[in-house]
């Protein structure tokens, strides 16, 4: 898949396992900052969170942007009209074109905010108690490119700033619902200091959500030193309540970016949980509905006493069935009764544990429960490579003859059931390796900043390390693991498009390369061109109407066989003025505009044919520039 100027226009992305706590935090809101991935997109979706070597993130603001506009106004509460006093205010931008806009008002609710960049804005009151733009959208959607800003818009107005004239503003706050309640023992004693956690209950689902910006908000609530918590500034809705103690259920050292988001995601990653009314699950947890400005009081949580068990065993290597040391091992509930799961499914985050020198694990303080126990093999730094072999085409072939290969990642069920789970073994098979060269159509030098990953072609995939190529084009893929996986190239900028992957005589822009467990595949070739075609222009909404902002665009080929091609496809957005400019292979597209709801349609081909009669269809034109304007029928 391709992304279209992706320094103009970066849709939210998912989240890092690495990015610092305040871009977290930032991040958590999908507009108060711009996550810019650096290597654009030639093959594919960028890479999810992993374990392996990170994308390099950074935010990103945009040069040359008018910034002189003085925001004035003030804020009183909705219904009384009285003053919002000393209360932080912070504009989220719909456009991803900087860093957060922050202001604060005084005594009397006046506020001023100096040098405010052009764009539009939701402007968030962060007070105790208030509804805020956050507050609607969930956490899931903030990871997923999923953000529904027209839901945001119905209940908050938009201010459009120019960047050169001065505006003033009447800002309405709104109070929220609030829960409140204790958490106790069995025996009455006060539960304190526990963490208590809400989800919102939409479509049948559960989803986790932040009230705001607040530390509490963003660490998860606890019981004070009597066991009393409460939610403020909640939306009308259904909420489930639930509390865990602090347990730690396994031994892996965590680094502090992972211990923040571990805190973050609502619920640390403990597996026991209690849920209001005595539930032990969450999907049989009672609702608490909440109308506007509603307080639900004595929504109280005694924590369940419950047998706790301990599952243990050893990590060895399938081939010889030596012990591996310093594994990960992640522990994931299968039944989905653990919130962590639903917000942030990635091991770093979920309990862990470390093979020792014999590879022996072990996790405790386990419920009842079917299980996923998840091996990642620690990780081996490559092999420093000589400056004969990064010169020589036969590098890789240097390498591969004197590097043992790497274990490949795996999941295995275990089912907990009123007694421990002792001497469990999880055997590791040599991962698939995969060996090739890249060259730019033309004898042009390769670009710096290039890499590949392997996704496995499902729903969820979890993308393999990326690879290291050398000045002259080599790579290597090791630790792979067998299946069907989709070949993701990643260039610089948008002046390269993958042209070409091809091994064993199989195109892998068609279809997915079958790799068998530990085989060995030698002669990829990608082959990258500069020969991009371009095409700019606006969207508008409906003949006649009003350019759509902020929206996503696919380019799909007119050949159906391509339409779930990864490598084929070409996605962006369109900017605040409903702009877009994308670049990609030369050929003939059908011109898509996504709605909020059909982002997981992307590779869908029943989706694309659903779509393909009231498409547009353009043409992009190798290195010639070509603009049009794009109808598109009532998509909003």
């Not at 594919?44 to 942007?65: L, Y």
């Not at 939306?235 to 347990?247: C, L």
């Not at 990643?490 to 992957?501: E, F, L, M, R």
Request: proline fraction near 6%.
């Amino acid at each position: 898949m391709t992304r279209g100027q992706a320094n103009r226009k970066v849709f939210p992305q998912g989240l890092t396992a690495r990015v610092s706590a305040l871009a977290c935090a930032m991040l958590m809101t999908g507009m108060l900052s711009a996550l810019n991935v650096r290597a654009q997109n030639a093959g594919g979706p960028p890479p999810q969170p992993s374990t392996s070597p990170q994308v390099t993130a950074d935010i990103m603001v945009q040069e040359n942007v008018k910034a002189k506009t003085t925001l004035r106004g003030h804020v009183s509460y909705e219904g009384t009209g009285r003053p919002v006093r000393r209360a932080r205010l912070i504009l989220l931008a719909r456009n991803n074109r900087g860093s957060e806009v922050t202001g604060i008002t005084n005594a009397r609710g006046e506020f001023q905010i100096k040098n405010v960049p052009e764009g539009k804005y939701f402007i968030m009151v962060d007070a105790a108690g208030v509804v805020t733009p956050i507050s609607l959208v969930d956490i899931e959607s903030l990871n997923s490119d999923k953000v529904d800003y027209e839901e945001i818009g119905k209940q908050f107005e938009e201010v459009s700033i120019d960047g050169i004239n001065d505006k003033e503003v009447e800002v309405h706050a709104r109070r929220g619902g609030a829960i409140s309640g204790r958490v106790t023992y069995q025996d009455g004693d006060p539960a304190i200091n526990v963490q208590v956690i809400i989800m919102r209950r939409r479509n049948g689902e559960l989803k986790p959500f932040f009230t705001s910006l607040s530390a509490s908000a963003l660490f998860g609530n606890r019981t004070d030193d009597r066991g009393s918590y409460r939610f403020a500034g909640l939306p009308p809705g259904d909420y489930v309540v639930g509390a865990t103690e602090n347990i730690e259920h396994g031994d892996a050292r965590r680094n502090s970016d992972d211990e923040f988001m571990g805190g973050v995601m609502l619920g640390g990653n403990s597996l026991v949980m209690t849920y209001y009314q005595d539930a032990t699950s969450a999907r049989n947890a009672a609702s608490i509905q909440i109308a506007a400005g509603e307080e639900e009081k004595n929504v109280d949580i005694t924590l369940a006493e419950r047998a706790l068990h301990m599952i243990s065993g050893t990590v060895k290597a399938r081939n010889d069935g030596r012990p591996l040391a310093h594994a990960r091992v992640s522990l994931t509930s299968k039944e989905n009764n653990s919130v962590i799961n639903q917000v942030a499914p990635f091991s770093e985050f979920m309990p862990a544990s470390e093979t020792d020198e014999m590879g022996q694990w072990s996790f405790n303080e386990i419920p009842d429960g079917t299980y996923i126990i998840t091996v990642q093999p620690a990780y081996e730094a490559p092999e420093t490579m000589s400056v004969t072999q990064v010169e020589s085409q036969e590098a890789p072939a240097r390498i591969l003859s004197h590097n043992k290969k790497k274990f490949s990642q795996k999941q295995q069920d275990v089912k907990v059931a009123g007694h421990d789970v002792t001497n469990l073994v999880v055997e590791m098979a040599e991962g698939a390796r995969l060996s090739g060269t890249v060259t730019v159509e033309g004898g042009k030098p390769v670009p710096g900043g290039l890499f590949i990953s392997l996704q496995p072609s499902d729903e969820q995939p979890a993308p393999t390390a990326p690879s290291v190529i050398s000045p002259n084009g080599n790579f290597v893929l090791d630790g792979l693991p067998g299946g069907k996986l989709n070949v993701y190239v990643y260039t610089p900028d948008n002046k390269y498009y993958v042209k070409s992957i091809i091994a064993g005589g199989v195109d892998l822009l068609r279809e997915p390369l079958l790799v068998q467990e530990s085989a060995e595949l030698k002669g990829v070739r990608i082959v990258l061109s500069t020969d991009s075609g371009t095409l700019t222009g606006h969207v508008l909404n409906g003949p006649g109407g009003a350019p759509l902002n902020n929206t996503r665009i696919v380019l799909y080929p007119v050949d159906p066989a391509l339409w779930t091609r990864p490598g084929r496809v070409i996605f962006d957005g369109t900017d605040e003025t409903g702009a877009f400019n994308v670049s990609g292979a030369p050929g003939e597209y059908l011109f898509v505009v996504m709605r909020n709801s059909e982002s997981a349609q992307l590779l869908n081909e029943e989706f694309v044919k659903s779509r393909a009669a009231t498409a547009t269809h353009v043409t992009l034109l190798a290195n010639e520039p070509r603009s049009v304007e794009v109808i598109a029928p009532g998509v909003k």
